[in-house]
């Protein structure tokens, strides 16, 4: 139970950290190896620190944050799986119009204990769904529908959004619910990493 409680803060505070743009304790949540796999962004989590920086530093008046539900964690040895249901709220001026844009989706982590420490191995983002509303009732959005029929179906305007500031999304590393069979893959994977044998390794005791 201990260990459950560690690796579901160590989920709760990675978020916290990224919303607050506190970027050097950010940092500290993954190992040097891990794996982040995001709609916008693939690479080692030191990087996606320095991305995620770029992006606060580009975006101009976005203003974003994750509201999280309780984490759910398996644990075996030295390794668990976590996954957590996600709301990422974006506020921003697309097309002229002040909007706010909320993805649907489940955040799927590989976390690894390394001499006594909990950190993120793997991060992935399970996609469900997003919507996009003007703030102001009154307000009327207009978005290219041919251009956001070529965005992934449960990645559709954050699509659009970040194509406005100069981002491309890789419809091929995302995982969402309307591709079941890339997300029982998913599942798939991190259960065998689970309940691999010879998983203890004598630098993680």
């Known amino acids: 139970m201990f260990d459950k409680l560690a ?3 160590l989920i709760q ?3 916290l ?3 607050q743009q506190q970027w050097e304790r950010l940092r500290t949540m993954y190992h040097p190896d891990s794996l982040i796999r995001i709609g916008w962004f693939v690479g080692t989590g030191d990087e996606y620190v320095d991305a995620s920086h770029r ?3 580009k975006k101009g ?3 974003l944050t ?3 539900g309780p984490t759910q964690v398996q644990v075996q040895g030295n390794r668990a799986i976590a996954e957590t249901n ?3 709220i974006r506020r921003s001026v697309l097309n002229g119009v002040l909007a706010d844009a909320t993805i649907y989706c489940r955040l799927h982590s590989r976390v690894e204990r390394r001499n006594g420490e909990w950190r993120i191995l793997t991060l992935d983002v399970v996609y469900e769904k997003d919507t996009i509303i003007p703030v102001y009732p009154s307000d009327h959005l207009e978005l290219n529908r041919e251009e956001l029929a070529q965005a992934p ?3 559709r305007f954050t699509s659009y959004n970040l194509k406005n500031i100069g981002y491309s999304v890789r419809a091929d590393d995302l995982y969402a619910t309307d591709h079941p069979e890339r997300v029982a893959q998913l599942y798939r994977e991190a259960e065998d990493w689970l309940y691999a044998s010879d998983t203890a390794d004598a630098t993680n005791q």
């Open 7 to 9: 690796v579901a803060d």
């Open 13 to 15: 505070f990675e978020r």
């Open 17 to 19: 950290y990224r919303d």
């Open 55 to 57: 992006l606060e530093a």
């Open 61 to 63: 008046g976005w203003h």
């Open 66 to 68: 994750h509201l999280t």
């Open 86 to 88: 996600t709301l990422i």
């Open 153 to 155: 179906a449960a990645y």
